[in-house]
Nanobody, 120 residues
Framework: QVQLVESGGGLVQPGGSLTLSCAAS????????MGWYRQAPGKQRALVAT???????NYANSVKGRFTISRDNAKDTVYLQMNSLKPEDTAVYYC??????????????WGRGTQVTVSS
């Protein structure tokens, strides 16, 4: 199965920046969408940003203008550049991929998560 491995999380001060990376460990028949979701303590998992194979980007309103998603299709890797971080961005960030694992069989895959903490 496809494995998604996140990296780049950590502790940062408000106003600072972090960049997250997520790499798929195995080539799939087709990876249509990759992206990031996050889950803060006591809250449901929520969209952060997605990007499809054509480069079309989608962002949650709360991160527009601050976060930028990108992908390297050759490396099966998605990135999330996070600028002007706020305490409310603190969460576990999960990599996501919508994958055609076999002809006409589509599945959602999730990484194990990486902690981002924004605090003074």
């Amino acid at each position: 199965q496809v494995q998604l491995v996140e990296s780049g999380g950590g502790l940062v001060q408000p106003g600072g920046s972090l960049t997250l990376s997520c790499a798929a460990s195995e080539s799939a028949f087709r990876i249509y969408t990759m992206g990031w979701y996050r889950q803060a303590p006591g809250k449901q998992r929520a969209l952060v940003a997605t990007i499809n194979s054509g480069g079309n980007e989608n962002y949650a309103n709360s991160v527009k203008g601050r976060f930028t998603i990108s992908r390297d299709n050759a490396k099966d890797t998605v990135y999330l550049q996070m600028n002007s971080l706020k305490p409310e961005d603190t969460a576990v960030y999960y990599c996501y991929a919508h994958v055609e694992t076999y002809r006409s069989i589509w599945s959602d895959y999730w990484g194990r998560g990486t902690q981002v903490t924004v605090s003074s």
